[in-house]
């Protein structure tokens, strides 16, 4: 199945347009605005309630390390474009690795590169493929079809793993109903505030993946670390190599054929994440397109067979882009109607403006702020055995406000630019 | 192939999210509620405050005092412009729909009295100010173009303050029970947006048109 994704996505901006246009003209603009803002942020704010009565419910599940008890025979596929300036951190990584030596493999795929990450990885002893280029996706089913692991650990050209890691996500395989598992991929060296930011985010949302793990809902095994059951890739067909975002692609595939993935919160690959806010742009249109893509491709998963699955954690990256996206109109609404008072009223149009629903927001925010900074708690002592400091505490509202917060703004203009954007096939970042 | 692992719905978590969820937002409702309440209080006592020094005014009109022209001509523009600043913010509120009826019977009464004194101002000190009504509604559906009208006649007002002419414009809410569907039905007002000039009854007009009419 292919979709036309430019062709719908300029009819659903038409429709947004329209919408906007409509509901500014019609004088309820105002009203529309407030009625979008409380039901979008009414059902994120539920989303968020269920991730933290799931890890009350349990939380020695959620919070329990990764075991080092079974060591099946492993190989570590490497997709590698261009990654001259990388790959070398990350084959050495892999090689530091605790994991035995004997059951060890790792093999690097060239997808074309231009550069020299050929002939940089050809210096290690390992194996490294060659193909031309077809995407991450098509480099990783090239380098399955080559190894000869049980389990397969794919992990990205940019990404630094921890020398216990391959060891706990093999353990995660003694269950043999286990399919895939994803990593803990953690931020490398964040330098600048957006980097912090991602990564206080990266930390958030592995802790909601090991809930979602109790939810036997897990939809995504990460490109930045994840292992999988040979036996599971084969049986479904391997990457689709149509998806911009592959990973999630397979997880519920994985899911879909009746395959449990585990989620690792001690497992840690440290990846590279966008430094400036246009390429973080880039990177979340991709997701949400690649999102929207693998949920169209897997609308069989809309069945009360599928349990929580279907209930909830289908529809978390969808939803997600249609609760920021009534925000992103109502926020749109509110300049248009506003935008003469904050010229004349300065601070008092702020000030005049708070009503029920900013302090909603604050209440329901103010009241996630402890769960978040134990989130980022605990993964700074699972990672490095440290406390949160208070600095990382105010960055950790910085996150919440600002970051969060901040996509509300840069949405509109994400539509914008996925009028223009060509058909990706190939990202690292 | 085939499902290996029991599917199940964890409709009591899913339940109890909503609920804890919901009980959050009513408590930042209602916080909000009491906060907007507290606005409408704090413009209520500004609009008390500056209704106090018209009550000089009006005193010494009432007792026919020589000193009434002298006093106009500083305690009528110091009060023009916080009248105007509380009357934009309570405009912004109503926007918002944050206003209650109190706030507005009070700052309309507050209006129409400076509007009667200024009118007398005018005629027998040759104050040297023009004066303009506008009825407007915030009832959806029923004045489209109040919401522009607004802005309009303040554009007109300073363009018109820096050609050094003075206009008072007076904003009356025609379908509020009370003074301003008193005075709406007084000027014959039976659509929305309706300018009162000079006795005129005018549409909606631009900041241009009102420019127009008041340098006749």
């Known amino acids: 199945m292919r979709l036309k994704g430019k062709t719908l996505a300029k009819i659903f901006l038409a429709l947004v347009l329209l919408f906007i246009a409509a509901a500014v003209l019609s004088g309820y603009g105002a009203l529309i605005a407030y009625i979008l803002t409380f039901l979008a942020f009414f059902s994120i704010s539920v989303v968020a309630m269920i991730f933290v009565l799931k890890y009350i419910q349990d939380p020695e599940r959620v919070e329990r390390d990764s075991k080092e008890d079974y060591f099946p025979t492993v190989s570590v596929v490497v997709p590698a474009y261009n990654e001259g300036e990388n790959i070398r951190a990350t084959i050495e990584s892999i090689l530091n690795s605790d994991y035995p030596k004997d059951k060890l493999e790792v093999i690097v795929v060239d997808d074309g590169s231009k550069d020299n990450t050929y002939e940089i990885a050809s210096q290690y002893p390992i194996r490294v493929l060659r193909k031309p280029n077809g995407g991450a996706a098509s480099a990783k089913n090239y380098g399955i079809l080559h190894a000869k692991g049980d389990i397969i650990v794919t992990l990205d050209s940019d990404t630094i793993i921890d020398s216990k890691a391959i060891k706990r996500l093999a353990s995660y395989f003694k269950d043999p109903k286990v399919g895939g598992v994803s990593g803990a991929v953690r931020v490398k060296d964040p330098k600048n505030m957006l980097e912090k930011w991602q990564a206080i985010e990266y930390d958030i949302i592995l802790v909601y993946r090991r809930v979602l793990e109790a939810f036997e809902s897990v939809y995504v095994t990460p490109g930045g670390l994840s292992a999988f059951r040979k036996k599971a890739l084969m049986e479904v067909g391997l990457f689709d190599t149509r998806s911009l975002t592959e990973d999630q692609e397979i997880a519920m595939n994985l899911q879909k054929h009746g395959w449990k993935i585990r989620s690792s919160l001690d497992a840690f690959s440290y990846t590279q994440v966008p430094p400036t806010l246009s390429q973080l742009i880039k990177q979340r249109t991709r997701w949400v397109r690649g999102g929207i893509w693998n949920r169209v491709k897997h609308l069989d998963l809309l069945n009360w067979k599928w349990g929580d699955f279907m209930v909830f954690s289908y529809w978390l990256d969808f939803i997600f882009f249609f609760q920021i996206l009534p925000l992103s109109i109502s926020f749109i609404l509110f300049l248009v109607e506003n935008n003469f008072w904050f010229f004349r009223l300065g601070t008092d149009a702020v000030v005049f403006g708070f009503g029920p629903i900013t302090f909603i927001g604050i209440f329901f925010w103010m009241a996630m702020l402890p769960w978040f900074v134990y989130y980022v708690n605990l993964m700074r002592e699972k990672a490095h055995n440290v406390k949160i400091s208070l600095k990382e505490i105010v960055d950790v509202l910085g996150f919440l406000f600002i970051f969060s917060v901040g996509w509300v703004i840069v949405w509109p203009f994400v539509f914008y630019k996925e009028l223009l954007s060509k058909e990706e096939v190939w990202e690292t970042r | ?216």
Not at chain 2, 42 to 51: C, E, F, G, P, V
Not at chain 2, 116 to 121: C, D, E
Not at chain 2, 175 to 194: D, K
């Open chain 2, 1 to 216: 192939m085939g499902d290996k692992m029991k599917r199940e719905f964890s409709t009591a978590l899913f339940l109890s999210a909503f609920v804890l969820t919901l009980l959050i937002f009513i408590a930042g409702f209602i916080f909000g509620i009491f906060y907007t309440e507290t606005i409408n209080t704090h413009l209520i006592d500004k609009t008390q405050d500056i209704s106090g020094s018209l009550n000089v005014l009006q005193f010494a009109l009432l007792l026919e005092n020589e000193s009434f022209c002298d006093m106009t001509s500083y305690i009528i523009p110091r009060l023009e412009e916080e009248s105007w600043k509380i009357g934009e913010r309570l405009q912004y509120l109503e926007e918002q729909g944050k206003t209650d009826p109190q706030l507005k019977n009070t700052y309309f009464e507050y209006e129409y009295r400076d509007m009667l004194i200024v009118r007398k101002a005018i005629e027998e000190c040759n104050y040297p100010t023009k004066q303009l009504i506008y009825f407007y509604t915030n009832e959806p559906g029923k004045c489209p173009k109040c919401h522009d009208q607004g802005f309009e006649l303040s554009k007109a007002r300073e363009k018109l303050k820096e050609m050094n002419i003075s206009l008072r414009v007076y904003s009356f809410d025609g379908l509020l029970p009370g003074l301003g569907e008193y005075l709406a039905q007084r000027y014959n007002v039976t659509s929305f947006p309706t300018l009162i000039y000079e006795n005129k009854s005018y549409g909606y007009m631009s900041a241009e048109e009102v420019i127009a009419l008041v340098r006749g």
